[in-house]
């Protein structure tokens, strides 16, 4: 049985009253797929690979001071609570 095939089964299972909700589904997931269509041909694949290699060569390349990962992420998460952060200082 091919997925167009369940795909049928399951519609014609499904009561009339739930098929437009089921139809605007569908057409979202269409919308989604072609937006990630679109994003693969714009920045997937060995493209992507490539860039993402580039930009780390680029700053482990860079001498500036930088923050700790690590750092940033326990600042972010901080936000909003009784325990705040201070913003991160460079070099540490």
Known sequence: MSVRDEVRDLLAAAPDERLADIRTYLE???EADAA???WQERYGGAATDEHI???V???AADS???V???TVAAWLRSWGTDTE??????GM
């Open 28 to 30: 979202k997931l269409r």
């Open 85 to 90: 952060l201070p913003p991160p200082l460079t």
């Open 57 to 59: 060569a680029e700053a």
């Open 36 to 38: 990630w269509s679109r």
């Open 68 to 70: 700790a990962h690590g």
């Open 64 to 66: 500036r001071s930088s």
């Open 53 to 55: 290699r580039a930009a």
